[in-house]
């Protein structure tokens, strides 16, 4: 299992994460109001590197990926391309959850006491 919290990222990928940090959706951003000053002790970071990929958000400790789904991820060759990086991040020893804009939009209560549960 790799160590390292970016999993081998190469410089363009943290360029990438960069440029996703200053255009996040605003479900992101909603959710990020929340995740930045961290929850129950653990830290979070947004549009993080990891290997070929990019997390929309990630706690070490935790060993947990957060991902937001817009309407893009309703495509079949998203889902697939989705699967398959979760499969990989999964294969890294991370645990990766999906919420949809929607569920951030209507209950950010119910995104946060999710999360809340996997990481106690």
């Known amino acids: 299992m790799k ?4 999993f081998g990222a190469i410089p363009v990928i943290f360029e990438n994460a960069r440029e996703l940090r200053k255009n996040m959706t605003e479900a992101e951003k909603i959710l990020w109001g929340y ?6 002790g653990f830290k979070f970071r947004r ?5 070929l990929y990019i ?14 789904d ?9 889902k697939q391309n989705d699967e398959i990086r979760q499969r990989q991040m999964e294969e890294d020893g991370l645990r990766v959850i999906r919420f949809t804009n929607g569920e951030i939009f209507s209950d950010i209560t119910a995104v946060l006491k999710r999360i ?4 106690e």
Do not use: W
């Open 70 to 78: 817009g309407s893009v991820h309703q495509s079949e060759i998203v």
């Open 35 to 40: 995740l930045k000053t961290g929850i129950k």
């Open 55 to 68: 997390a929309d958000f990630y706690c070490h400790k935790a060993r947990l990926v957060i991902e937001v």
């Open 116 to 119: 809340e549960s996997i990481i």
């Open 3 to 6: 160590q390292n919290m970016f």
């Open 47 to 51: 549009q993080h590197p990891m290997g």
